[in-house]
């Protein structure tokens, strides 16, 4: 799977909405204006990997720090970092104690290895080099501002993924699952020929699972924190061997055991995580804790341990939210609907924003096409712009709509 845009999600999108601010109803009569102001917005540089260790914020010490201007030099035999820019700073991973211009600082939480990079707290880093650091805690993203450079870090919540080999999964992972601060077992053979195989090993106690053999191969594995508090699930993406259909099952650790949170959810073949969602095309899942909850706030999936408010909850009808509905010249269309079905109905937008080369810079940087795409409907009269409506997308299906008109 790519790097999807789990964790940076609609912050990032806003920065390109900012350069699409020419279309709302106020501006939409000063283009000019407003093609000088986007010309000067400078892009962020933008990073898909922070981690939330402790309640404090970790990101990738290179990255950010060569951003800011520093130099970062990385001594493996002392595992030390010697950063040198305007202030010179050391900080040895899994210690608290940094050095900055010779003087000694406790940090919340150490410097330490994650996945191979080296993570520091970001705003101890920031604020020494002079940055201003700011937390949104909505859309889990930390963003740098200095005069000369914006950094947005969004928060990873994938762990480790496991793409299943020839012989299907051999994983054998030793790491805190629960959140104790305690290292577990993870155990996990087969995913193909039908059947896997799950053991957990927590503080002496032991559970395992093993799946009955049917038409579902498994394709994937992910350790993810769905809600950055250090507890882990495991998510499993499987592939129905007949029709070539994904699906998701969702478990979660507890002290010795785990359960299943969830099972069988319909997937498309891409998908992303932001924060406690797991999101793909215009289906969205909504973990809680105890399962999941599709995007009107029904429980789905196959949910074995939850408490007795949220069993009594579970066994009441829910209603969904009616579909949003955008109008122009007495044309109506509705949430969920493709591009190619807009089209169809209200025929070619009037303008595209990101344009086609912004879009193709955001593919360029990311991998993978700007999962958000707003077309904007303008009718003018006698000079005068009288309508005008505004279809966001997001992964190609109409989410919402903002209308102008007399």
Same mark, same amino acid.
């Given at each position: 799977?790519?790097?999807?845009? @789990?964790?940076?999600?609609?912050?990032?999108?806003?920065?390109?909405?900012?350069?699409?601010?020419?279309?709302?109803?106020?501006?939409?009569?000063?283009?000019?204006?407003?093609? &000088?102001?986007?010309?000067?917005? $400078?892009?962020?540089?933008?990073?898909?990997?922070?981690?939330?260790?402790?309640?404090?914020?970790?990101?990738?010490?290179?990255?950010?720090?060569?951003?800011?201007?520093?130099?970062? *030099?990385?001594?493996?035999?002392?595992? &030390?970092?010697?950063?040198?820019?305007? +202030?010179?700073? !050391?900080?040895?991973?899994?210690?608290?104690?940094?050095?900055?211009?010779?003087?000694? /600082?406790?940090?919340?939480?150490?410097?330490?290895?994650?996945?191979? +990079? @080296?993570?520091?707290?970001?705003?101890?880093?920031?604020?020494?080099? =002079?940055?201003? !650091?700011?937390?949104?805690?909505?859309?889990?993203?930390?963003?740098?501002?200095?005069?000369?450079?914006?950094?947005?870090?969004?928060?990873?919540?994938?762990?480790? #993924?496991?793409?299943? =080999?020839?012989?299907?999964?051999?994983?054998?992972?030793?790491?805190?699952?629960?959140?104790?601060?305690?290292?577990?077992?993870?155990?996990? @053979?087969?995913?193909?020929?039908? +059947?896997?195989?799950?053991?957990?090993?927590?503080?002496?106690?032991?559970?395992?699972?093993?799946?009955?053999?049917?038409?579902?191969?498994s394709q994937k594995m992910m350790l993810t924190d769905l809600h950055n508090n250090g507890k882990l699930q495991?998510?499993?993406?499987? $592939?129905?061997?007949?029709?070539?259909? /994904?699906?998701?099952?969702? /478990?979660?650790?507890?002290? =010795?055991?785990?359960?299943?949170?969830? =099972?069988?959810?319909?997937?498309?073949?891409? /998908?992303?995580?932001?924060?406690?969602? #797991?999101?793909?095309?215009?289906?969205?899942? #909504?973990?809680?804790?105890?399962?999941?909850?599709?995007?009107?706030?029904? $429980?789905?999936?196959?949910?074995?341990t939850v408490t007795e408010d949220e069993q009594n909850s579970s066994n009441q009808p829910s209603q969904k939210?009616?579909?949003?509905?955008?109008?122009?010249?007495?044309?109506?269309?509705?949430?969920?609907?493709?591009?190619?079905?807009?089209?169809?109905?209200?025929?070619?937008?009037?303008?595209?924003?990101?344009?086609?080369?912004?879009?193709?810079?955001? +593919?360029?940087?990311?991998?993978?096409?700007?999962?958000?795409?707003?077309?904007?409907?303008?009718?003018?009269?006698?000079?005068?712009?009288? *309508?005008?409506?505004?279809?966001?997308?997001?992964?190609?299906?109409?989410?919402?709509?903002?209308?102008?008109?007399?």
């Open positions: 799977m790519k790097k999807l845009w @789990t964790r940076i999600g609609l912050s990032i999108m806003s920065v390109m909405m900012v350069q699409s601010l020419w279309a709302s109803p106020i501006l939409a009569e000063n283009v000019e204006e407003v093609e &000088t102001l986007e010309e000067e917005i $400078k892009l962020p540089l933008l990073l898909n990997d922070g981690r939330i260790v402790k309640g404090r914020t970790l990101v990738p010490a290179k990255s950010i720090l060569e951003a800011l201007g520093a130099e970062v *030099e990385w001594d493996g035999a002392t595992r &030390t970092v010697t950063i040198t820019g305007d +202030k010179s700073m !050391v900080l040895q991973i899994d210690s608290k104690i940094v050095t900055v211009d010779g003087v000694e /600082y406790t940090l919340d939480v150490p410097a330490q290895i994650i996945n191979g +990079k @080296t993570m520091v707290p970001i705003r101890f880093i920031g604020e020494s080099f =002079g940055a201003e !650091v700011q937390w949104d805690q909505e859309n889990q993203m930390a963003t740098i501002l200095t005069p000369e450079i914006t950094i947005m870090v969004g928060i990873d919540q994938i762990v480790k #993924v496991w793409d299943m =080999g020839p012989n299907g999964f051999d994983i054998n992972e030793h790491r805190d699952l629960n959140g104790d601060g305690k290292p577990d077992t993870l155990r996990i @053979t087969g995913g193909k020929g039908n +059947k896997l195989s799950i053991f957990v090993e927590s503080n002496d106690q032991s559970v395992e699972y093993t799946s009955e053999p049917d038409s579902i191969v495991l998510l499993e993406v499987q $592939k129905n061997v007949n029709d070539g259909d /994904y699906y998701l099952d969702a /478990y979660t650790f507890v002290q =010795g055991e785990f359960d299943l949170v969830a =099972g069988l959810l319909p997937l498309n073949e891409e /998908y992303y995580i932001s924060r406690n969602k #797991v999101i793909s095309g215009d289906i969205e899942y #909504v973990f809680t804790g105890t399962g999941f909850v599709d995007r009107g706030g029904s $429980k789905v999936g196959e949910v074995t939210p009616k579909k949003q509905q955008g109008t122009f010249n007495g044309k109506t269309v509705t949430e969920g609907m493709s591009r190619d079905q807009v089209y169809q109905i209200l025929g070619k937008p009037t303008e595209i924003k990101p344009d086609l080369e912004s879009q193709a810079m955001f +593919k360029k940087m990311f991998g993978f096409e700007s999962p958000m795409i707003q077309w904007n409907y303008i009718k003018r009269s006698g000079g005068m712009t009288v *309508e005008i409506l505004a279809v966001v997308f997001m992964n190609g299906k109409a989410e919402s709509f903002v209308y102008y008109g007399n």
